[in-house]
Structure formats: structure tokens, C-alpha cells
């Protein structure tokens, strides 16, 4: 499988170590034209968007549930600050409107209280995932209790912050950057400083001021740095460089403010280098200071760099295959994750998307930051807590898929017709037309007579990625799943359990700008009569674009085997979310039908190292396990597959 990658960079925050090998975007046909500093942003999750006024909603379709055209576009640390805005309302109600069988499920959770084991004021007693205090009679099984609470403390190690003088410029490279003294007699410090005093400053050459620090820190520690703007215009984004350069931590706009924190564990001891920069403008080579390509914000700033013991906390529950877990954090800790029982990080979070969950779900939304897991192993799984100070309060809780022993067959509907739909849902502007797929089969270079063809090849590809794949998986064995399409069956939207995908429209007709969406993300598959859309305009527009199926053919490409997988790729992508997945990283080594959108589009269409769609080399994407999008802030590794194929089920 051809990846449009070059030099590798990370963006990973968490509870372990994970250097997944996100890399830069090299050149693609008819690139956007994006400078090399803002394609490394990019590659790294960091967005470069015009963000939008805190605490309002950001321009465009919501990319956690869309398939963005453009990712330089995306207003990424807005949405997140929007969706945490809008997260309480939205669990609250939810809560009323599942009525009494939601509120006992809360009711329960208040009743059974957890405590942490380790005394206060002490840690390392339950740090790994292997050293996890264990949780008795939690589970979906009879007699056990599907929802608690745990209570706990996280106790770092007291370090104090020296005051120290701001590095004289240029301190604009790893290079010339200023030592903190950390590691070396020192775990703390803070100093005041400026982005835009440095000779590549508005005021100099005009390619962007850079600081940066370096740091000592042993195995196991956590690095931690904390911005803080109180004057000024400067939006800081703060960055993390391996002694090579790569990226191996960054973090823009802290709890949907304009300052930035992060808190990184250290995989192995050496020299480290953190970089304040203003939003963007990141080098785009971090050994040169004028790498820059201008316009990053500017201002004083104040900065607390440490490296220090923290405190982790995990807890070990037993679960069944196929349980859904939900848990949300309040108090003192704003990181919450859960781990499989490998042990192998399965979602990490530091944010509350839970906005994102249809008003059916169950799981808890409230909080600092929201998981959700769905079990594909009978077996020990661990939920862990990190990140702050003091005390806090988690709620967990379990439940088996919804449509387990439901006897209506979960059906999804491929509508070919065009539809009236309220796009309203997705952000767009209320009830319209889509045109149908047809008015799209000639723009590429598909004669009318092939189009019963292309529709069958649509079919096939969503039904392998749907239904073959996760059959043969083996995870569940009552696994059942009904694909219908409009020209074949009558159209049963409307009916019980039934979900529809209109593939057809354009961006002007929808209102949304995006190639698909989805209606939402819903692990277990709580609601099962959901809407998405995937849009034709953009992926049938003249050869140029990277997200065209034009750019990919040429006269030795099978047109309709091309376009019908990578429209069925599509197509299965946003089924995937309504049936409970989040986007997977579009620019790392592994290719998954859950690839953001944005660039790399020819991955998640197949494309082949011959870089011609529809030749013998093109690739078949599948679901599976691959690192979440760095863009969109969770942590881990995703299992694709296994997080829909319980969700329906018989």
C-alpha cells in the first residue's frame, strides 16, 4: 500500500508511550499549495486553520462526523471547545429523555462507590495497567452492577518552579536552544518571555519567532508544560522534539482556551525539546530558526516547564465481549482512558466529544473528558486517570448492545435515488433535494449502460467492508446485518432499525460542505435508525484534486471496479461512525476505512503504488486497528472492526 508520507512526526499525549509514526504529507497531484511549515503542522494534528472566537461554533461541517475536503480548513481546537461546550446539555438531555431506565442506571452509580486502595498523599502502588487495583462484581451479568463510582486522589511529586530569565534571541532552533537547568539540579521552572522579539519577528525578517528549551528527563517521568498568555494576542501552541527532530508531544488551545498544556511520558531518558510558537507558525525544520513562513500570532507569554513523578491511577474490571463501557471524569484529573486486555491503550481522552452521541446512547457525558470502549475480548480490561491534582470522581458503566436478542435485523439502506432530507442535522440548511447518483455516472467517464454495473460495485465493496469483513472476523458469532439499496428493494427508511446512507447530492443542495457525514458516533450502536450522507460533487470534479476519483484514472484504469470501491469506501466510512467509530490517523503506515479526511485520500481509496486507481496494484481497505487521528485528540490505538460488529448483532 502507497503512503503519501515523508519524515515522521508524532502527536501523542497519554498514559503510555506511543510513537505511532505520524508523517508528513508529501506533495500530492494538484497539492493545495500548503507551505512546508504548515504541511508539517498538519501531519503532527496541529491544525492551521482561522480559528473561530472562543465559545462560538466554527465554520463548516463538524469534522469528527465529516470527511473533510481540505484539513488546512479545519477549525480542529474550536470544534473540540465546541463540542465540550455543548457536551452537558446535551448528556442532560439525554438523560431526561431516556426517562426512568437512564435515571436508575445513575441512581445505581451514585449507590455503588469505589475507593481508591493507595492512602493519600502517596503514589506508585497502582501506576500500570499490571498493577491495576481490581473492581469487584462490575459487569452486564446478572448480579452484578453495570454502573459505579470511583473515588481517588492523584498525589504527584512536590517539585518547585525556579523563576529564570528569558533566553536571549535567537533561541529559534533546537540548536540554540535555552537550557532549562532541568535534569541537571532542577525539575521545575518558569519564565516569562516573548514570541515576535526574536531577529524572525514581524519586526525582522518576518518568518516567525520560535523559543525553545531544552529539557532532561529520565524514563518514566512526565514532561509537563503549561503556557499562559494574560495580555496580548498570542495564541500559543507548544511542541515537544525528539533530539532528531521529530514530534513526539504537542498540544493548541488547553481546555478550549487560547493557552496551551501538555502532559507527555517519557519513553526513554535524554534531552528533549520544547518549543513555544505561536498558532500557526511552526518551523517547518526545527534545526533552522528562519524555516518559519510567517503570520503566527505574537506576545508575551509566561511558560512552566517540569519534569517530575506523576501520579497514575488505573483500575482493572472484568468484561464480557461485546460489553459497551462508558466512563466520564470530574475533580482534579482531566485525562481518562481505557485500556484492552492486551494491555494496549483503546481510547484515551482528555476532552468531552460526547456532544457527538445520539440522544438514544446510554453512556455517561458529562465531566473534564469522556471514553468509550466496546469489548472484544471476555477478560480483564483496565481504566486508568491522570493528569491534575487532587481528588476526583469517575463514573463507569456497562451495557450489552441494544439489539441483542432484538429479533428485527439491523438493515442498512443505500439509497441511489436522491432524497429529501433534513440536512439541518448534519449543520446544513434544512429540508432539500439531493440529486441521485446517476446525474454524477457520466463525470467519470462512465457510460450511462455501466451504471447498473457501478451501483453493483458500490453494493459489493459496502458489503465486503460491512458484512463480509466482520463475519469473518469470528468476534461475534450472531453478528447479523441486512444491506438494501434503492434500485433493488423498496426503500424501507422509516421502518424499525433501519439506517440509510444517501449517496448522491452536492455540497450546494446539502448545505454541508464536506464529502460525507455522518448523523453521529454512537458506540454499541444505541440508535439504530441514523442518517449520513456521501456527496458526489467533490469526488467527481475534473482531474486535479486530491479527494477527485478523476486524479486516479487513467486510460488503464477499470473506471467502474475504481469508482465503485472508493465510493463504497466512502460509504462505508460513515456507516462506520454511526455504528460507533471515531476517525483513525490518515497519514501513519496503516491504511483503515476510518482514515480522517483532509489529505491522503488516495489511501482511503485504494490507490496503489502505481498511483493509478483501478489497475492490479489497488489496495482493499479494510476496518481494523489503527492510532486515532491526531487532529481530533483521542489516544490509542482503535480497533474499527471490533467497535461495530457487536453493536449489530441479533
Not at 446485518?481 to 433493488?488: A, G, M, T, V
Amino acid at each position: 500500500m502507497r503512503r503519501s508520507i515523508a519524515t515522521a512526526g508524532v502527536v501523542v499525549l497519554g498514559l503510555a508511550t506511543l510513537l505511532p509514526g505520524v508523517a508528513q504529507a508529501a506533495p500530492q497531484p494538484s497539492d493545495p499549495g500548503l507551505s512546508p511549515a504548515d504541511q508539517v503542522s498538519l501531519a503532527a494534528g496541529i491544525p492551521v486553520a482561522p480559528k473561530a472566537a472562543p465559545g462560538t461554533k466554527p465554520a463548516g461541517a463538524n469534522p469528527f462526523l465529516s470527511l473533510p475536503i481540505d484539513a488546512s480548513k479545519v477549525d480542529y481546537s474550536g470544534w473540540a471547545a465546541y463540542l465540550k461546550k455543548q457536551a452537558p446539555a446535551k448528556a442532560a438531555a439525554r438523560l431526561k429523555a431516556q426517562g426512568s431506565e437512564r435515571a436508575a442506571a445513575a441512581k445505581a452509580a451514585a449507590a455503588i462507590v469505589i475507593d481508591e486502595d493507595e492512602p493519600d498523599g502517596t503514589f506508585g502502588s497502582n501506576e500500570r495497567p499490571e498493577d491495576a487495583q481490581q473492581i469487584a462484581d462490575f459487569g452486564t451479568g446478572k448480579k452484578q452492577n453495570s454502573a459505579i463510582r470511583v473515588l481517588g486522589s492523584l498525589d504527584n511529586e512536590t517539585v518547585t518552579a525556579v523563576t529564570r530569565a528569558a533566553t536571549p534571541e535567537d533561541d529559534g532552533a533546537i540548536p540554540l536552544a535555552g537550557d532549562t537547568g532541568i535534569g541537571s539540579g532542577l525539575a521545575a521552572i518558569v519564565t516569562d518571555a516573548q514570541i515576535g522579539d526574536g531577529p524572525h519577528g514581524s519586526a525582522g525578517t518576518g518568518t516567525n519567532d520560535f523559543d525553545f528549551y531544552s529539557v532532561q528527563a529520565k524514563a518514566g517521568q512526565t514532561l509537563t508544560v503549561d503556557t499562559d498568555t494574560p495580555t496580548g494576542n498570542l495564541d500559543t501552541v507548544v511542541v515537544v522534539y525528539a533530539p532528531d527532530g521529530t514530534i513526539v508531544a504537542s498540544n493548541d488551545d488547553a481546555n478550549g482556551e487560547l493557552d496551551s498544556f501538555l502532559n507527555w511520558s517519557v519513553p526513554s531518558s535524554g534531552t528533549f525539546y520544547v518549543a513555544v510558537v505561536g498558532y500557526g507558525g511552526l518551523p517547518a525544520d526545527p534545526f533552522d530558526p528562519a524555516s518559519g513562513d510567517g503570520g503566527a500570532s505574537e506576545g508575551p507569554y509566561s511558560v512552566k516547564i517540569s519534569a517530575s513523578s506523576a501520579d497514575k491511577d488505573y483500575y482493572e474490571v472484568v468484561l464480557k465481549a461485546g460489553d459497551v463501557l462508558g466512563a466520564s471524569i470530574k475533580g482534579g484529573a482531566s485525562y481518562l482512558t481505557v485500556y484492552d486486555s492486551d494491555p494496549r491503550e483503546a481510547h484515551g481522552s482528555r476532552q468531552n466529544a460526547s456532544f457527538i452521541y445520539p440522544m438514544d446512547s446510554k453512556l455517561p457525558g458529562a465531566g473534564n473528558a469522556v471514553t468509550d470502549y466496546v469489548a472484544t475480548k471476555t477478560g480483564p480490561h483496565y481504566i486508568g486517570v491522570a493528569e491534575g491534582s487532587g481528588g476526583y470522581d469517575v463514573t463507569v458503566e456497562a451495557y450489552r448492545p441494544t439489539l441483542q436478542g432484538d429479533k428485527t435485523t439491523q438493515t442498512l439502506f443505500l439509497d441511489f435515488d436522491g432524497a429529501r432530507v433534513n440536512t439541518g442535522v448534519f449543520g446544513g440548511t434544512g429540508n432539500v433535494q439531493l440529486s441521485p447518483f446517476s446525474a454524477f455516472v457520466a463525470k467519470w467517464g462512465i457510460s450511462g449502460t455501466q451504471r447498473n454495473a457501478l451501483i453493483d460495485s458500490v453494493v459489493a465493496s459496502v458489503t465486503e467492508s460491512i458484512k463480509h469483513d466482520l463475519t469473518e472476523s469470528g468476534l461475534n458469532s450472531k453478528f447479523k446485518l441486512k444491506i438494501l439499496n434503492s434500485r433493488d428493494h423498496a426503500d424501507p427508511w422509516g421502518q424499525k432499525n433501519v439506517s440509510r446512507i444517501i449517496i448522491g447530492g452536492t455540497i450546494a443542495e446539502s448545505g454541508v460542505s464536506t464529502i460525507g457525514i455522518a448523523q453521529s458516533i454512537d458506540p454499541g450502536n444505541f440508535e439504530t435508525e441514523e442518517t449520513a450522507l456521501v456527496l458526489l460533487d467533490v469526488l467527481s470534479d475534473p482531474a486535479g484534486g486530491p479527494a477527485s476519483l478523476n486524479t486516479y484514472l487513467t486510460d488503464a484504469s477499470d473506471r467502474v471496479a475504481f469508482v465503485g470501491r472508493a465510493v463504497g469506501n466512502v460509504t462505508a466510512h460513515e456507516a462506520g461512525h454511526f455504528f460507533g467509530n471515531w476517525h483513525t490517523d490518515n497519514a501513519d503506515a496503516t491504511p483503515n476505512l476510518m482514515d480522517s479526511g483532509g489529505a491522503n485520500f488516495d489511501v482511503l481509496f485504494g490507490v496503489g503504488p502505481d498511483g493509478i486507481g483501478g489497475t492490479a496494484d489497488d489496495a482493499d481497505v479494510d476496518f481494523g486497528h489503527d492510532t486515532f487521528s491526531p487532529a481530533e485528540g483521542f489516544v490509542g490505538t482503535e480497533d474499527t472492526l471490533g467497535r461495530i460488529v457487536f453493536g449489530i448483532t441479533s
